[in-house]
DNA sequence: GGCGCGGCTTGATCCAGATCAATGCCCGCG
DNA sequence: CGCGGGCATTGATCTGGATCAAGCCGCGCC
């Protein structure tokens, strides 16, 4: 079946306040590239400036969604002196690696990423795609070591924070240990659901469900809910729903011919968001 | 082939403290059958008291797995203050269910629980088995309400403890802080396992993987690591690795035919740690 | 522009585990 | 002591997704 054909959006442009200009689907882009989730981009002209690297949390548009939500003015201050800011990382380099000594914890700025825990024979299970605003290497706390592969799945910026400094000033501030705490217990409630869903669901609900998480958290990043490019391969997304790359593009490609949604490789259109999560809730149902 | 053949278990005889006289396996015990996970008896002519009923935490057999693992003495004092003993709680019975209000942390001192995350349609899937020693509901700490069933599979007794007072706490006890965000990460970090388990894993697999981690579990709280009671049923095990009863059943037969292991209804018997090993890590292999 | 490669789609077949269906066994209860 | 119900085992069959196998397509590179 024939894939349906995308408007061209609004060039991808930037405003001053550096909030990130989506990513979208743009066939045959303009000169720059639609870039997705890329944090707001330092004036073009200005070289390495320490300054400007150094945003700090109180300036970041992701601060609602990040370790400061909720903090007063003077608190985010303080969390500001302990965040390093901006670390790049090209697409395929490690964050950090299984076994790796926690050195910190890892807020992605721009950019997407996954991280992958591996089996004794070489299996790999993806075990979460991370964007802007989530924090990683917590599974690292409990052992003092990773325990999985954090990957860029395309060129990212990350900001870095030190556990011990974070844990001492989380003594201090009240709200910061509660949010850490908020932070930690809502990986453990998506896990779950993970769990759920690997463990008695269909391959479509899975698909369905994925999709909609993805739609959601586009949307809390003010992004659209219902275009938006799928940053990992047909294997990867295979790898994260316990599924094999052939059926997750099986199961697309059906999903398109039912008119649940539009995909072109990577561009994905939601087009009936209710029919998607009928289909997640309760396998097949709408036709 | 024929199953091993075990000896009648001691009857179900109890304590004054009404604390549930295990299960394990033991032949024709001596009279006090070692018993499996019920926490230290009290001295058995005691009636209910008060003073008995609030075993501190610097008392408690499973400090060193619980919450209070590694603190100073004085630090153990503080926790003591604000944990609520032994609340007992029948078998069937709910310990919290699904969007209840967050209380309290909880503790499992003695008998075994399970907690399960409900999909729209009625399917659920167990999430966890809790021993002694393991913290619950943490899943509420993210958004003030238990997403989860928690109920206890066997008569139980649950130590409490209100969030906000552990919070406060661990702000004055750096080491109750970190012991606290460890636990968080290695729940973060089963999750994880379970995920892969989940994910990519053969029925054969899950199921030693599944065994190994409970004679591990029971190991480290004193009891046997090849010789326990399996305190659910089959089709709670087959909802916690994503199989049906079924399967479960064939594959125990299965292992049991290959020798890996004796069983008999829940009474198991690991025979060959290191096949069970191979089974889990790579599939069929050892025959 | 064309070539090569990695990623994607689609078809054909296979198989692990689900589902359906009978018993069997243990335990609590009258 | 016998009966009934929940749990478990085991067999027969079915099927969703895996696996095997061709291409195809889009993109980066020469």
Redesign the pocket.
């Known amino acids: 079946?024939c894939v349906a054909r995308y408007a061209r959006t609004a060039s991808p442009t930037r405003n001053d306040s550096g909030a990130p200009i989506p990513h979208v689907l743009k066939p045959?882009g303009p000169p720059h590239?639609a870039h997705a989730l890329t944090a707001p981009a330092k004036p073009a002209s200005a070289r390495v400036d320490f300054a400007q690297l150094r945003v700090a949390c109180s300036a970041c548009s992701l601060r609602e969604l990040c370790l400061p939500a909720g903090l007063a003015a003077g608190d985010l201050r303080s969390l500001d002196a302990l965040v390093n800011r901006r670390r790049p990382l090209k697409r395929g380099a490690y964050l950090y690696r299984n076994d790796a000594r926690l050195q910190s914890l890892y807020a992605a700025r721009s950019g997407f990423l996954k991280t992958s825990v591996a089996h004794a024979d070489g299996r790999e299970q993806i075990a979460g795609f991370h964007m802007p605003g989530d924090l990683m290497g917590l599974d690292a706390i409990g052992g003092g070591r990773h325990v999985c592969d954090a990957v860029a799945l395309e060129d990212c910026e990350v900001c870095e924070m030190p556990l011990e400094a974070l844990e001492a000033l989380s003594r201090k501030i009240p709200s910061l240990q509660q949010h850490f705490h908020r932070i930690l217990s809502r990986e453990i409630v998506r896990d779950h659901g993970m769990m759920l869903l690997l463990g008695s669901?269909?391959?479509?609900?899975?698909l369905a469900a994925f999709l909609l998480n993805l739609s959601q958290r586009f949307a809390a990043r003010g992004y659209s809910s219902t275009e938006f490019m799928?940053r990992?391969?047909?294997?990867?997304i295979?790898s994260y729903l316990?599924?094999?790359?052939?059926?997750?593009?099986?199961?697309?490609?059906r999903m398109?011919s039912n008119g649940l949604i539009a995909?072109?490789?990577?561009q994905l259109r939601i087009l009936d968001v209710e029919k998607l999560q009928t289909v997640a809730n309760r396998g097949a149902a709408a036709g």
Do not use: C
């Not at 669901?201 to 899975?206: D, I, L, P, Q, T």
């Not at 316990?242 to 490609?253: A, I, N, P, Q």
């Not at 995909?263 to 990577?266: L, P, Q, S, W, Y």
């Open positions: 079946m045959p590239p669901m269909r391959a479509e609900e899975r799928l990992m391969t047909r294997e990867e295979g316990g599924l094999k790359l052939e059926t997750v593009s099986r199961t697309l490609s398109q995909v072109r490789n990577r």
